[in-house]
């Protein structure tokens, strides 16, 4: 097997004296791991493309027992050096590159992913200033962009709309909205205002480029940073130790 694939690297590590393990996104073929024989002495066949967050364009084969997978060559398409140099940036991409990985099983919505996290990072290297916030967007839009994307338009229970609710909640299991007088029965419950709804439902269609001049409340970004760090743990089955907090 061989193929020519565009990719964003995740992670790097050394082996032996030369030689390299990549972990890569790749569009259509979700995370993996290849080695690059040689990689870190060899500028022609790879010059100098592996490092976390480079976008690359990889020729991949596969060992002829189909053990494990390596790289032939490589090709930088576009490096972060702005976000690389400031350490605040660096470590948001660096959550959100885990949160990533973690959140991305197989090849399925990897398409969105690698597109997501491209956009991200091209925001990040931008001159302008990164608000701390973009990781909880970020995350939020990942979460909603796996088949887990909550409905946030009416109760669960008796179907009203959410601007006739009183005292809505968000149901975190059931990823739903509910009334504060239905809520009996349906589990973890979060009281939620309408413009956090609100909030919850541009994120989910938004892309990156949008979130540097996305402005909420500070009580909204509290409640959405606590529905969203829930409903991941709860769906995906991540606390804050992987992936890094989108709280801020
Ligand atoms: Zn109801």
New binding site residues.
Partial sequence: MEYTAKALVLKVGRFRESDLWVRLLAPGRGVFTAFAFGGCRSRRRFCGCFDPMNQVQVRVKSDPRGRYLHLSEGRLLACHRRLRSDQARLGMAVNCLKFAEAVQQGPEGSEETYRLLCELLAVMDRPEAVPPVLPLYFRTRMAFAHGFGPELTT??????GVND?ASPHFAVERGRV??G??RTGIGRCLPVFPGTLAALGHLAASAPRQWPNLVLPAAVRGQCGEIVEQFIEYHLGLGQDRGGSGRS
């Fill in positions: 109760c669960l229970v008796c179907g009203r609710m509910v009334c007088s239905c």
